[in-house]
């Protein structure tokens, strides 16, 4: 791997790293927002929160051992795709539980 090739690959994984821990904790500030939004108490709306974090550590579990066989770019772009369209798909959620639901896909 050449020099420039490293950089690259350092680059985009410290920006998928940065994008998994800010989708992750990005929803802190506003969750007595979305408690209004859905008539719902604020410790109950910190469920958006834990439901993002929850399904990463099984997942890694999981999965960990398949990335070392097959090799982690398909594993870096396809988990990269999934946070992505499940956090974009969050911000169009009608009810919480679509939220809640929304927000564990994007952890996996």
Do not use: H, K, N
């Amino acid at each position: 791997m050449s020099p420039r090739e490293r950089r690259l690959l350092l680059g985009l994984v410290g920006s998928l790293t940065f994008a998994s821990v800010y989708a992750g904790f990005v929803m802190a500030p506003v969750l007595t927002q979305i408690a209004g939004e859905f008539a719902i108490s604020t410790g109950t709306a910190g469920l958006v929160t834990a439901a993002y974090g929850g399904p990463g550590i099984l997942t890694s579990l999981l999965m960990g051992p398949y990335s070392d066989r097959f090799g982690r770019r398909v594993f870096l772009v396809a988990g990269a795709f999934v946070m992505g369209a499940f956090t974009l798909l969050s911000a169009f959620a009608t009810s919480f539980e679509m939220l809640v639901a929304l927000r564990a896909l994007a952890g996996i």
